[in-house]
């Protein structure tokens, strides 16, 4: 039986721009978070999962409640990342993933770890922000039972 | 008689942080855009005009609709930059606001122009984003006859 | 013989996500400024210009001199866009590049355009940011003769 | 004796913009770490600590290492925020340091707790962005002993 907590990760690749970096030549610890969402986001269109849709048809969103992220080393302009989302954790009206950005190794070696976190989000109404059970759709697709 | 076309450009500090910078170890110049913004921002609720509000309770928003930018100089971080605003045409739906950042001179010396840059902004139903004609309370706010 | 005035524009896919939304349900108009320097860059990279190395090796970069948009309908969360960039005026320390930004047409539908607009880039030295002559190799890139 | 570790939190106020919020009409939430460094920072300016200065002159600066940020409520265009940063860690080459972001309480009200994290930071040597020890100047300015 395949579940969403045993699956590999899903990976999603990220090039970083200007627009990414800082005056310390690196790119801006904040953005990672932005790198996680695209991945994040990615990952729900994967599994059929479209936020804008679900807005409009569920009247929902997902929020984050929590995030924490451990930076190991810089991502420089014009690195290519992979970024991962998988989830750890799930309850009635919110999930945890798992999520990284990593330097692609070239050339058949292995990538290099940059940053490593964990994000929380919760289904919540979109009017009222109150938070909602997991709708069914939602559920099925991530593959959460 | 006094009008928005004749007084002195609103002036607001901006405060650069790392945020706000780039690799190159300067502001990124689409921040200008934000340092603009802010500015416009604090100019209209100096005059009484509440973006969140107006929106609640006459259902309309301002929408960027051009930005022209001519970037001088660059800054860097930490420093304190001046910000100015003032009309420079008006119609039934729109406005043309002349923007300036410049870096604060320090001991009276005089400022220095880092960019400068012309903003038009329309007045938009904010469900539908069609244009609507200006509320007659902006338009007296901004001294607009 | 072909140049870099006569060919086809670049095209680049720029997803829109969470990150590029402001409250009004739209794209947040100073972010047209970054999907327009990603396709910049990847354009670059595809004719063989890497600016991180080039800033290591030439100890030169590209800055941006003048920005001039103008909106003409909103992109919302999860939209797919497509970003083009072409040469339409090159001076010996810079260059212009005409740029759109169109809802990707789906089954067959032409694209729609969204905004557009002229970006004017100048090559200056890394330390002090002054203007230098684009290298030559740059110049070959692009097709400049 | 006063030090750093028993002293009021640093209190600095941010003004929710535009460029803050996302399609879910609240600030987005990865800006509050830009909200959380912008008051780190002028609690060290306000202590005499200048980052560009320091790292023009010791050729270090700080970089930021793990960031842990809980979201209790949303923020909205308009709102008045206040952030506190206090230090609640230190060793030889980091420091810890907690923070909120408040929705100001207006006509004597109590604040209402938005957002609270902790931000671990690091020295480091600009150029290589290897951990060193806190130099003197900053720990006598932050009162660690």
């Not at 695209?38 to 969103?61: D, K, Y």
């Not at 999930?95 to 994000?119: K, Y």
């Amino acid at each position: 039986m395949t579940d969403a907590l045993t699956t590999k990760p899903f990976r999603w690749p990220v090039r970083v721009y200007w627009e990414d970096t800082d005056a310390g030549g690196i790119v801006f610890y904040a953005n990672y978070l932005k790198f996680f969402e695209r991945a994040r986001t990615e990952w729900l269109r994967h599994l059929g999962v479209g936020q804008q849709r679900l807005r409009e048809e569920v009247g929902g969103m997902f929020v984050v409640t929590d995030t924490a992220l451990r930076y190991h080393r810089p991502a420089r302009l014009d690195d290519l990342l992979v970024v991962t989302a998988a989830i750890t954790e799930s309850g009635r009206a919110s999930i945890t993933i798992a999520q990284t950005a990593s330097l692609q190794g070239l050339d058949g070696r292995p990538d290099t770890l940059l940053c490593e976190g964990s994000i929380r989000i919760g289904w919540v109404d979109a009017a009222d922000l109150r938070p909602q059970r997991l709708p069914p759709a939602i559920r099925l697709a991530l593959g959460l039972t």
